[in-house]
């Protein structure tokens, strides 16, 4: 079992940055791949990026490509999330999740994913 918990969202004017966290429980961390999402209300949950366990491959959605980067320290069982260049459409709650299955690619369907946090809210003022 992990356990995932994310922190640094808060409230910050357009083309401004935030850093997020996603500190993980478990000695099983550095095999896991791990995702990043966001739900907007009254959408669905919405594929971020996601970084393989050695952080040897890092794939984001088209809306975050260029802004959003993401990184992993596996000695410090932490995933990060850094978003630059921030827009109000970028508001939602942002969640990690942790993909178990050492499959060799990224996995971008939020049932591909075994564990999750709880959700940071960011909310982007324009």
């Known amino acids: 079992q992990v356990q995932l918990v994310e922190s640094g969202g808060g409230l910050v004017q357009a083309g401004g940055s935030l850093r997020l966290s996603c500190a993980a429980s478990?000695?099983?961390?550095?095999?896991?791949?791990m995702g990043w999402f966001r739900q907007a209300p009254g959408k669905e949950r919405e594929f971020v990026g996601a970084?393989?366990?050695?952080?040897?491959?890092?794939y984001y959605a088209d809306s975050v490509k260029g802004r959003f980067t993401i990184s992993r320290d596996n000695a410090k069982n932490t995933v990060y999330l850094q978003m630059n260049r921030l827009k109000p459409e970028d508001t939602a709650v942002y969640y990690c999740?942790?993909?178990?299955?050492?499959?060799?690619?990224?996995?971008?369907?939020?049932?591909?994913?075994?564990?999750w946090g709880q959700g940071t809210q960011v909310t982007v003022s324009s």
């Open positions: 970084i393989t366990w050695s952080g040897g491959s890092i």
């Open positions: 478990g000695r099983t961390f550095s095999t896991y791949a």
């Open positions: 999740a942790a993909d178990r299955i050492i499959r060799g690619v990224i996995v971008v369907r939020p049932q591909d994913y075994d564990y």
